[in-house]
C-alpha cells in the first residue's frame, strides 16, 4: 500500500516532468494504470488515492475485477491487447475505450455486435510499426484501409492509434516508434479532415512502464504503465 502510494506518485511526477519538457499540459496525457495480474484490491487503492482509469489485457480477469468493484461507478477500464473473436461481446460496450483494433475480422465482428446491442463503443486502432510477426495491428501502409473500414462502422468511433513496439532495454531507442506512429496520425488525421463523423484529433496510446516519459515527449496522450505502479506481475498461467 505504501509502495503502491509512493509508485503512482513517482509516475505521476515523471509524467508531469516529460510533459512540461514537451511544452505540454500534464492534463493532456491520460494515465491508464495496467493492473492486470494484480487483485482487485489493488485497483480499488489506486483508485483510493485519485487514479480513475485502469487496463486490463484478459476478459475473465477483468470481468472478475469489474464485478468486485462495481461500486466505484467513475472507475473507467481500457481494454488492452487482442480481443479473442469469442469474447468480443462481453467487452463491447463495457469498456471505456478499446486499445486496440486489430484486423478486419475483428472490428466487423465487434461491430456486428454493438450494432445488435444497439452500444457504441470508443476504439483505438492498433499499429504494428515493426510489422512483427508476433504482434497484431496493421501495418503502417494498410492504416487507412483500416480508418475507412471503422469510419463505416456507425457503432465503433474511431478515437486514435495505439502501438506496442519493439521492447528494448534502453528507452531511447523506442523513440523512433513513437515518432512513427506520431507521424501516421498527423497523415490520417489530414485525411479525416470533413469527413462526418470523424475525430479530428486522434489519440496517441504509447508508452509503457520503460519508456512512457520518451513517449509523452513525442506527443502520448494516453500512456499505459503496469509494473511501475503496481510492481512486478506473476507470469500468467493460461
Ligand atoms: C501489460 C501491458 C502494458 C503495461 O506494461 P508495463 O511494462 O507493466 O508497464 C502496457 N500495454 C499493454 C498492451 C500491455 O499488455
Same mark, same amino acid.
Not at 49 to 76: C, I, M, S, T
Given at each position: 500500500?505504501?509502495?503502491?502510494?509512493?509508485?503512482?506518485?513517482?509516475?505521476?511526477?515523471?509524467?508531469?516532468?516529460?510533459?512540461?519538457?514537451?511544452?505540454?499540459?500534464?492534463?493532456?496525457?491520460?494515465?491508464?494504470?495496467?493492473?492486470?495480474?494484480?487483485?482487485?484490491?489493488?485497483?480499488?487503492?489506486?483508485?483510493?488515492?485519485?487514479?480513475? =482509469? %485502469?487496463?486490463?489485457?484478459?476478459?475473465?480477469?477483468?470481468?472478475?475485477?469489474?464485478?468486485?468493484?462495481?461500486?466505484?461507478? =467513475?472507475?473507467?477500464?481500457?481494454?488492452l491487447g487482442h480481443l479473442?473473436?469469442?469474447?468480443?461481446?462481453?467487452?463491447?460496450?463495457?469498456?471505456?475505450?478499446l486499445h486496440a483494433a486489430d484486423d478486419?475480422?475483428g472490428?466487423?465482428?465487434?461491430?456486428?455486435? !454493438?450494432?445488435?446491442?444497439?452500444?457504441?463503443?470508443?476504439v483505438l486502432l492498433q499499429i504494428n510499426l515493426?510489422?512483427?510477426?508476433?504482434k497484431r495491428g496493421c501495418?503502417?501502409?494498410?492504416a487507412?484501409?483500416f480508418?475507412?473500414?471503422?469510419?463505416?462502422?456507425?457503432?465503433?468511433?474511431?478515437?486514435?492509434l495505439m502501438t506496442l513496439?519493439?521492447? =528494448?532495454?534502453?528507452?531511447?531507442?523506442?523513440?523512433?516508434?513513437?515518432?512513427?506512429l506520431?507521424?501516421?496520425?498527423?497523415?490520417?488525421?489530414?485525411?479525416?479532415?470533413?469527413?462526418?463523423?470523424? #475525430?479530428? #484529433?486522434?489519440?496517441?496510446s504509447?508508452?509503457?512502464?520503460? =519508456? %512512457?516519459?520518451?513517449?509523452? !515527449?513525442?506527443?502520448?496522450?494516453?500512456?499505459?504503465?503496469?509494473?511501475?505502479? %503496481?510492481?512486478?506481475?506473476?507470469?500468467?498461467?493460461?
Amino acid at each position: 500500500m505504501v509502495e503502491l502510494a509512493a509508485n503512482l506518485e513517482a509516475v505521476r511526477a515523471a509524467i508531469a516532468a516529460a510533459a512540461a519538457a514537451a511544452g505540454r499540459r500534464a492534463d493532456e496525457i491520460t494515465l491508464v494504470a495496467v493492473s492486470k495480474g494484480h487483485p482487485a484490491e489493488a485497483v480499488r487503492a489506486a483508485y483510493a488515492l485519485g487514479q480513475r =482509469d %485502469f487496463g486490463e489485457n484478459y476478459v475473465q480477469e477483468w470481468q472478475e475485477k469489474a464485478a468486485q468493484l462495481a461500486d466505484l461507478p =467513475d472507475l473507467r477500464w481500457h481494454f488492452l491487447g487482442h480481443l479473442q473473436r469469442n469474447k468480443i461481446r462481453h467487452v463491447i460496450g463495457h469498456v471505456a475505450l478499446l486499445h486496440a483494433a486489430d484486423d478486419m475480422a475483428g472490428i466487423d465482428e465487434m461491430q456486428r455486435t !454493438a450494432w445488435s446491442q444497439n452500444l457504441q463503443q470508443d476504439v483505438l486502432l492498433q499499429i504494428n510499426l515493426a510489422e512483427e510477426a508476433q504482434k497484431r495491428g496493421c501495418g503502417e501502409e494498410d492504416a487507412e484501409l483500416f480508418l475507412d473500414v471503422l469510419l463505416r462502422s456507425p457503432n465503433l468511433h474511431l478515437r486514435g492509434l495505439m502501438t506496442l513496439p519493439p521492447a =528494448d532495454e534502453e528507452p531511447e531507442l523506442t523513440r523512433v516508434w513513437f515518432k512513427r506512429l506520431r507521424a501516421l496520425r498527423d497523415r490520417l488525421q489530414v485525411r479525416l479532415r470533413g469527413r462526418p463523423g470523424a #475525430s479530428t #484529433s486522434l489519440w496517441l496510446s504509447m508508452g509503457m512502464s520503460g =519508456d %512512457f516519459p520518451v513517449a509523452i !515527449a513525442e506527443g502520448a496522450t494516453h500512456v499505459r504503465v503496469g509494473t511501475a505502479i %503496481f510492481g512486478a506481475r506473476t507470469p500468467k498461467v493460461r
